[in-house]
């Protein structure tokens, strides 16, 4: 598959911080990829420096050949990033049909196909956002992102603070969107074992560099470079 996202030599950060001194990384079209590693690593530092809410020293980012790099994120997201944030971002004083449709794009992925992936949000579809659970907002930001129609996705811990069989409901349904839409997407993800049975293939950060690069299946058949690097975080995941 060709390349949809080509990172090269990126050097990001906050302020004066450099928190990713020389990262490369490509994505091919239709490729899921985890992002693993402690915290404090730089995992949502790199999702924050593709959608360009980062401080950039150098490097380069291209979609499909095009480069972002100057972009707003306005423009990364015309490009075709969509991002479901660690915090979710809904609007809680919009419903959740104004939510999905608020910012929506031409494409695909259309409401009624939202509701498909989500049947719950149709359910809900004139509760007000802070009117749903924790679970429930995590459908709705992904579906929001999904109205985007982007090309890649970019998922900043989608499981974090929610019931074991919320996680796996959500996670059933990430895995879905992988396979069916075909849409590019990266994990940043605790639970490892988890995300690796929804993935492709995963790297494991360590200060801002990808110390680990492999298929996600060879990473299930064989953790050690899990328990390396990510220790008592690998084992506590192991379900």
């Known amino acids: 598959m060709p390349d949809l996202l080509t990172i090269e030599n ?5 302020g004066e911080a450099v928190v990713i001194p020389d990262l490369s990384l490509r994505i091919a079209s239709g490729e899921a990829l985890a992002v693993l590693g402690r915290n404090g690593v730089g995992k949502t530092t790199l999702l924050d420096s593709i959608i360009g809410v980062t401080r950039r020293f150098g490097g380069r980012l291209a979609v499909d050949g ?8 306005e423009g ?13 971002d809904i609007f ?23 509701y498909e992936m989500f049947p719950r949000l149709e359910e809900r579809r004139t509760n007000m956002g802070s009117q749903l659970s924790g679970g429930e907002q995590q459908m709705l930001a992904i579906g929001r992102a999904l109205m ?7 998922l900043d811990e989608p ?4 019931a074991p069989i919320i996680v796996e409901q959500l996670l059933a349904q990430i895995r879905r969107i992988i396979r069916e839409e075909g849409i590019a997407t990266i994990i940043v ?27 996600s299946a060879s990473l299930l058949a064989d953790p050690r470079p899990l328990e390396q690097h990510l220790g008592a975080i690998a084992k506590g995941a192991a379900a």
């Open 76 to 88: 990364r997201a015309a490009a075709g990033i969509g991002w479901v944030p660690q915090q979710r």
């Open 189 to 215: 993800e605790q639970h490892a074992r988890k995300i690796l049975k929804v993935t492709d293939r995963a790297i494991i950060l360590d200060r801002g560099e990808v110390v680990h690069d492999a298929a």
């Open 159 to 162: 499981t974090e603070g929610l």
């Open 92 to 114: 809680r004083s919009l419903t959740v049909e104004e939510n999905l449709t608020a910012t929506a794009r031409p494409g695909p992925c259309t409401l009624r196909r939202v």
């Open 66 to 73: 095009r480069d972002i790099s100057a972009l707003s994120p």
């Open 10 to 14: 990126l050097r990001a950060g906050y």
């Open 148 to 154: 985007l129609n982007p090309r890649i996705l970019l």
